[in-house]
């Protein structure tokens, strides 16, 4: 089918919504039309080079959420009419690392940047007569998207497509880097620095893992201008000092733990 997407043609040059030739599902693939994309930083690093793609054109976009319209045969589990959110990484379920509760590191994830399909090795995307990679073999930047099913996981419909695209990514990486990588337990007392989309998770995941004290550590806007970064701290104004809030996490009193573990 003819769509649009958001196209990368070289490295540090701007966006170009066009017209792109999308394949049709094939077996284990499913067509999702999209209702919702986020846009992570994880895209503008394609744009610098700070994650290094094999060729270009590249299609942006690795989180979002949509409606199944067609499937490929041989899927299991999804069906026309599914609300899906999309995730970055494949899980096959069966391999040794998903097999071990590791579905981060499932070896269809090796070709994620590679752009080839995990069906077949072929290209789903072609614009202007070139093949196309579409980020973490998704490309939410586009209308539709043709995609393998170990990339698509179906939630509820009344679920907002909205907030269901940032489970495909930011909320996921910020509540994972508390609750399993900084391993935040009760009593703890935990930094967050930067509260975007990741920071904001992470925020949420360190309270929900009981600790003490939270402290949510980013600039206010306007704080710090362009040229005041050479005056001394102790010389700044009230207003131009960074901020930090800290909250305390209800049910915290009861752990006899506490130590100091770091976010970032």
């Known amino acids: 089918m003819k769509t649009k997407g958001a196209l990368l043609w070289g490295l540090n040059e701007a966006w170009s919504v066009e017209e792109i030739e999308l394949g049709d599902p094939i077996a284990g693939e499913v067509q999702i039309r999209m209702e919702a994309a986020g846009m992570c930083h994880s895209d503008h690093h394609i744009v610098t080079g700070a994650t290094p793609m094999p060729s ?16 490929g045969d041989g899927v299991v589990g999804l069906e026309v009419g599914d609300h899906v959110v999309l995730s970055f990484i494949p899980a096959c379920g069966r391999c040794p690392s998903c097999a071990s509760g590791q579905s981060n590191l499932c070896d269809l994830g090796a070709g994620l940047l590679s752009g080839q399909s995990i069906s077949d090795g072929s290209y789903r995307i072609q614009a202007r007569g070139e093949n196309v990679i579409p980020m973490c073999l998704l490309g939410t930047f586009s209308p539709y998207m043709t995609v393998n099913q170990t990339q698509v996981v179906k939630i509820e419909k009344d679920i907002p497509f909205e907030l269901a695209a940032l489970v495909g990514c930011g909320v996921p990486t910020g509540w994972g880097s508390a609750t399993h990588i900084a391993d935040v337990k009760a009593g703890d007392s935990v930094a967050v620095i930067g509260i975007g989309g990741v920071g904001m998770s992470a925020l949420q995941g360190a309270v929900a893992s009981g600790a003490r004290h939270v402290f949510a550590i980013d600039r206010c806007r306007g704080s710090v201008s362009r ?26 009193r009861c752990a006899r733990r506490r130590s100091s573990r770091s976010v970032r």
Not at 56 to 66: D, F, L, N
């Open 227 to 252: 040229h005041s970064s050479s005056v001394p701290p102790t010389r700044m104004p009230r207003s131009k000092k960074r901020s930090c809030r800290s909250w305390r996490s209800p049910g915290a």
């Open 56 to 71: 270009y054109p590249v299609m942006g976009g690795h989180e979002g959420s949509g409606v199944i319209t067609k499937v």
